[in-house]
């Protein structure tokens, strides 16, 4: 089983990025979801979760209004949207998985699988 984000980068602020996070070996259906953030020296921050029964997405305040989660059972793949992007978006982010069904969480202790992050950075 293998999580893995890509999609970051380099972008100016004011602008969006769609980041896409494939979850390998997983059946997603049984599966809720965070995102998250970590930048150097600081801890990882939960920016918003969907539980496995797609109740209504959990976004934290930082990102609530921005950014859009969705989850593609089908093809096993997750989705952050992010729009107006700002500098202090910079970090790297991350996916994660919990077999908890209806769990939505931005804790980190509440999952069980995370991918490999990838980095996005908002600077002109």
């Known amino acids: 089983v293998q999580l893995q984000a890509s999609g970051g980068g380099l972008v100016q602020p004011g602008g969006s990025l769609r980041l896409s996070c494939e979850a390998s070996g997983f059946t997603l259906d049984y599966y809720s979801v965070g995102w998250f953030r970590q930048t150097p020296g600081k801890e990882r921050e939960g920016i918003g979760c969907?539980?496995?029964?797609?109740?209504?997405?959990y976004y934290t305040d930082s990102v609530k209004g921005r950014f859009t989660m969705s989850r593609d059972n089908a093809k096993n793949m997750l989705y952050l949207q992010m729009n107006n992007l700002k500098p202090e978006d910079t970090a790297t982010y991350y996916c994660a998985l919990t077999s908890r069904i209806r769990l939505c969480t931005v804790l980190t202790g509440g999952y069980d699988y995370w991918g490999r992050g990838t980095l996005v950075t908002v600077s002109s």
């Open positions: 969907i539980s496995s029964g797609d109740e209504s997405p």
